[in-house]
């Protein structure tokens, strides 16, 4: 299974740019590069995902190197809300449901 | 309002015995996930199922059973043979052989077996 790696720790202030980086070297042609968030005590909800090309929603960008071994969510101004643990996944084509999470990015956001 | 509903919220048992945490969702999904977290770690894949009667190891299964015979449910029993089985567990939805599609969580059951 293609594996993702992500620091385990950021910190940011409030209203300013976040950029919360993911590696995954062993990516294949065909994996799309879902992003998540959780919030304590709740389910991961969905903030982003894109294949190749950069991708932009209400909640985050993300940005995809040109090689797709590394990709970067970019919270665009950060408030108190955004203080999640982020994950970075990779979704493989079908018979590849085998979805598995790393240990994510803890993003803490000071006032 | 479409989504995945997990209950109970909180379940707690005694060491010895099975219970089963219930998953349901209206999303139409064929893919289903069991993840299990402990304090302060990611999330870690214990089965998964594609298609209805159909299921797969993830990797912790060990200790933990599940059925899909209907499309909407996934239900996850936790046996007594399963070592730690004091958790927070997550279920997940999605549509399979689709990698745009995205998962759908519940919003889980924390389990405490003393």
């Known amino acids: 299974d293609a594996k993702t790696t992500q620091p385990n720790s950021m910190e940011s202030n409030e209203e300013e740019p976040v950029h919360l980086p993911c590696n995954h070297s062993t990516i294949s042609g065909t994996d799309y590069i879902h992003w998540y968030r959780q919030l304590p005590s709740q389910g991961p909800e969905y903030v982003i995902h894109?294949?190749?090309s950069n991708v932009n929603n209400r909640m985050a960008s993300l940005a995809i190197a040109e090689d797709r071994k590394s990709s970067t969510l970019i919270l665009h101004r950060a408030t108190l809300r955004d203080a999640a643990v982020y994950y970075c996944i990779l979704r493989g084509f079908f018979g590849n449901e085998k979805l598995t999470f790393g240990t994510g990015t803890r993003l803490t956001i000071i006032p | 309002d479409g989504g995945i509903t997990q209950s109970p919220k909180y379940l707690f048992r005694k060491e010895g015995q099975n219970v089963t945490l219930s998953c349901e969702q209206n999303?139409?999904?064929?893919?289903m996930y069991w993840y299990r977290q402990d304090p302060g770690q990611g999330l870690r894949l214990i089965y998964y199922s594609q298609i209805v009667n159909d299921f797969q190891k993830g990797d912790i299964a060990e200790g933990y059973s599940v059925s899909r015979e209907k499309k909407e449910s996934f239900p996850l029993t936790v046996t007594s043979a399963q070592k730690n089985p004091t958790a927070f567990y997550l279920c997940?939805?999605?549509?399979?052989?689709?990698?745009?599609?995205?998962?759908?969580f519940g919003n889980g059951t924390r389990l405490t077996v003393t």
């Open positions: 997940a939805s999605s549509m399979a052989g689709d990698t745009n599609s995205p998962l759908h």
């Open positions: 894109g294949l190749t």
């Open positions: 999303l139409n999904h064929d893919a």
